[in-house]
């Protein structure tokens, strides 16, 4: 291979590399604090927040109109105008000189569609800076602070409960109703999304990034998930819509109305849910006002199963209560017919159903998709046979801790590197830059390739990169040893850096794949701290084999033809 | 031609300074077993830090507001609709005194209401340990440290009699006495199945009754229970000894069976000696150690590959030459390879060492001994095993064609 060719491709890794560090920098040095705090924020807490700034901005944006403000809209709604640009093209409407309040909403046929514009470009905006997050590399805890909880579905105690050994489907089925529960209570944490992930067949890991109140966790940890049947007002329900309309703050975190005329006295409001594209809880944006002692409480029911009306074969749901629930729940219906019942679960209203007559201990429930009737089955389960949640681990770190660690990891990266750098150009001389040109460049793959694969950062992977630096200095001496043996039997600069190399190139293969070998394997079956290290052990390996083989080779080959080097500096006593 | 250093001749006494060493480490191990840290050992590790308390902060505005304080800055991150997303910062070394650091917040919205020590300085609070705080119109509680020597209250053997009546206490100072920061454990026998949940608890309370209400800040809580520990550990024997046989059954495919069994003896050798340092130094015996545990594996194996490749190497250019020989000159010849390399991994080791804290801390003396026990047993252990090997062979070849020279002159 040729020397241009070689260059061409260590600047087709460079870019690469940069390509894949690039979301990393602009995430967490081109984002301000607080559109993080927003991006990090659960997925209800980004919808909350967009639902809200659009109906002020909406207000804001018509109180202008009315006003005969005329000036051209402020920063604020560049994003909206933009929008507003679009759709005026898309209308062939000539656009405007000046884009005044009046012009933009002119592209909106009603308030509802300037509102879904708006609510949807602050949605889309957080979205990206979250997306942005995601691929950039990731903190462990121990850096970024927060908590992380080993959980354990009790199956045991379940079985004993049922009074049977319980089959493989449902042990699994269980474990997917915690991970169920535990998804609902936790989002509403909303300060930073959780990881919630099942971990082997019983276990449930759960991590949450910069909060580390156990107290807080134990609350959602603790309790079996409280689902029950309440009827629904739909005239207050309509009245809260049109309300909140025009006075988007006008209700609390509590669900408090600051009207007290729109929920009439025994209701109390609460979201509606749907499940989001990813099975996760999404607010719809829309309001329930519920009576606020539930109809039927869930742990009357005894069964529930997902099945096809015979003659539609639409997808119903399907329970049954015990006796006691039965006859409550006979004298429910019968009440309330025509009117809606809701499915709570937690405080979140999960689905509502017309009530078409009084109902006893059986129960059918249709009118929806498929997933969405396995989905409401699930929820109904979940309260039948409730799962206990044990603790079997939790660790803490403060965040202001783990900004320390991060102080710490990179004073040690930067003085490793410096103590590296100081000895190898005082003992390599001029082959010394080479080296530490190499050095630089693995540390900047290794960041890249963390960025790329969204490896998370943490601690014991910090130490494992400055070992690397050190360890990965081992192919340039390596090499320069061999190199400096060569010219000791007298052969010039470029057979020596030839033959270097080549009787170099084994040694160093060898001792690094062994190495690697052993750090993917460790990568794989780990966990924690081990896998972290493991990985970027494997991942310095990795990048220093292609520096010292590949990059610091072509410095020396260019030093050689380019500037016409027949000599060597290399050492202080071999020229 | 360098001067030929004879290692050879060092083999046999190594060897017995080793298995000496590794002796030393079985019986310590036997002995006095690992220091276990959390990570092993059932049970609470709660970290405290006893304070007093300066005042609480409301925020009543319609944004969010995130009160962090950290060590050398306080910062409220704003977000929200009614003002623009913001974020408030105040260093906390030169802003004056708390009383001048609530004027402050006050500008920005935040009620800091201070009952005690406005007067000073603003450096005394004590992080927010507990990860950030939402401020709402329920009151936030602030702390601060001692001011002076005077103030600082508490010690081990105080909370010790106070969070006895929990279980099996150990308590231990974090940083002095001046810090007033503990770490209590609390064994978890396995009996009661809410152990994480409820020991933190009493914990908190048996302290608040000692030492009076609000003066307790947890800084963090772990827990480990009792299946989960047994896990960890059996997966860190499986893990260790399947690597093992990983770079066995590599290193014979690329070398020889005695290779392999060489570089394999070295590890175990340097795996035996830095357990023992861990064991009779009765340093915590972590997940971390495990992670410099494995380091020193890929260190050592490192190590030993490049002398094996020049063994090999020398060998196959002078065939007739004794293995003693080969060896020898193979490693004259990669010293100053060997030299350098643990000399710049020496640099960076002790980079961690001198500026990182706690567990990274230990972590990079363990490595130290591990780097030192790794580059000593590629010469020494792995190279003279491979030795060893050879003339036990060298024997039995001429043995046996002893007894077929001997069959043919009968």
Redesign the interface.
Known sequence: MNKTKRFLIVLAVLAVAFAFLFPSIQWYYLTPKEEQSLALGSREAIRDYAWRMARVDLADLESKVKAGDESPLGDRYDDFVAAAKKAYKELRMDAPAAWSAKAALAAYDNRTDALTELESLYRQRILKLKNLHGSAVQLGLDLSGGMSIVIRADLEALAERAGRDLSPAERDDAVVRAVEILNGRIDRFGLTEPVIRRQGEDRIYVEIPGAADPERINGIIMGRGRLAFHIVDEEATARLRDYLAVNPDGIDEQFRVADPTIVPAGFVARRFYRKDAYGLDEWTGAYMVITAEPGLDGNHIESATVGSDAITGQPEVLFSLDAKGGEMFYQLTSANVNKTMAVVLDDRVRTGARISGPIQASVRITGFGAEEANNLALILRSAALPVELLVESQQAIGSSLGEDAIRQGVNAVAIALIAVFAFMLLYYKGAGVNASLAQVLNLYLMLSILSAFNLTLTLPAIAGFVLTLGMSVDANVIIFERIKEELREGKGRKAAVEAGFGKAFWAIMDSNITTIIAALFLAQLGTGPIQGFAVSLAIGNMSSLFTSLFVSRLLFDFNTDMFKRNTMSISWRVK | MKRLVRFHKAFLPAAIVSAALVLFSVFGLATKGFNLGVDFQAGVNEYVQLAYPVGTMRYAG?STA?L????TTL?V??????AQ???ARWNLATVGTIADLAAALRAEGVEFAVRDGAGLAAALLV??????F?LSAAAVPVHRRARDANEVFGSVEEIRAAVGSVGSVAVQDVGGRESMQYVIRVGDDGSD??F??TV??AIDRALEAAFGAGRVV????????A???KDLAN??WK?FL??LA??MI??SV?FKVQYAAGAVLAIVHDVAIMIGFMVWTRMEFN??S??AI??I???S???T??I???IR?DHKLNPTDSMTTIIDKSIT??L??TI??T??????????Y????G??KD??LA?VVGMVSGTYSTIFIASGFVGLWDSVAAKRRAKAEGQVGAATAR
């Open positions: 319609g995130r962090s304080i950290g060590d910062s991150v704003f977000t929200g609709d009614d997303s913001r974020t992080p927010t340990y507990q990860g950030d939402v199945p809410a994480g949940s933190p608890a947890t800084m963090r809580t772990d827990f480990v229970g299946r989960f520990s997966n860190s893990l399947m690597t990983v770079i590599y290193a690329r997940t971390t495990i992670a494995l380091t594996l890929g260190y194996i490192n190590d590959i490049v094996f490749d020049r190497e010849e990669t100053g390879r350098i390399t000399a710049t991994t020496l640099l960076a080791v002790f980079a961690l001198f500026f990182t804290s567990s990274i972590f990079a490595l």
